[in-house]
Each structure stands twice: as structure tokens, then as C-alpha cells.
Nanobody, 118 residues
Framework: QVQLVESGGGLVQPGGSLRLSCAAS???????????MAWHRQAPGKERELVAG???????KYADSVKGRFTISRDMSKSTLWLQMNNLNIEDTAVYYC?????????WGQGTQVTVSS
């Protein structure tokens, strides 16, 4: 099992930027078995939605609403997943979660709140 801890959320004005981090820790076997990691978000009263995904092949996938504004990446040690968010708008306000999948299962972090407000 891999444990995930998100950080980097906060209050930002429209048009601003934030960089979210997701620190992953676990056994070498579990870490090396990860096939994909992703960022999701859930706004009040709405279902959780995929924001950005990063696959073992290097392929990335973005929700249409964030294309061109958000960038997902992972560090060389594969222990941290990032989400660079630029040109934020009020509709980006949500709790952001990271998760992973592997042949042995997956898990979610506890989430980090992002609030975009003037």
C-alpha cells in the first residue's frame, strides 16, 4: 500500500496560481507497481471529477475545463506528484485529491482545499 499526502492548497485570487503536491510513500515494491496517478477534485454539491492523470507511459490526460491552465507532473524519484494550476477561476474551487492505481490496488489522499475568491 502507498500512502498519499496532499499539500499546497489555499486561498488565491482569480487569475492566480497554485502548485499542489502529493507525497507518496510506501514499500519499493508498491511504489514501483504504480501504473497511473491522478488529481481529482470535488466541489460542494458536486461529484468528484478527474482533473488530470499521468500514466506510466508518460501519457497525460486533462479535463477540458483545465486544459492549457493545469499541468500534471511527477518527480524523477516518482515520490511526488505535482499539479501546477495557473489562471485559476472561481469554478476551480474544490477539495483536490490525488490517487494512484496499481495491480495491487490503489488509494486516495486526504485532500487539500483550493479556494479561488476575490
Amino acid at each position: 500500500q502507498v500512502q498519499l499526502v496532499e499539500s499546497g492548497g489555499g486561498l488565491v485570487q482569480p487569475g492566480g496560481s497554485l502548485r499542489l503536491s502529493c507525497a507518496a510513500s510506501g514499500s519499493i515494491r508498491s511504489m514501483n507497481a504504480i501504473t497511473a496517478m491522478a488529481w481529482h477534485r470535488q466541489a460542494p454539491g458536486k461529484e468528484r471529477e478527474l482533473v488530470a492523470g499521468l500514466y506510466l507511459s508518460g501519457l497525460t490526460k486533462y479535463a477540458d475545463s483545465v486544459k492549457g491552465r493545469f499541468t500534471i507532473s511527477r518527480d524523477m524519484s516518482k515520490s511526488t506528484l505535482w499539479l501546477q494550476m495557473n489562471n485559476l477561476n472561481i469554478e476551480d474551487t474544490a477539495v483536490y485529491y490525488c490517487n494512484y492505481v496499481s495491480p495491487y490496488g490503489g488509494s486516495w489522499g486526504q485532500g487539500t482545499q483550493v479556494t479561488v475568491s476575490s
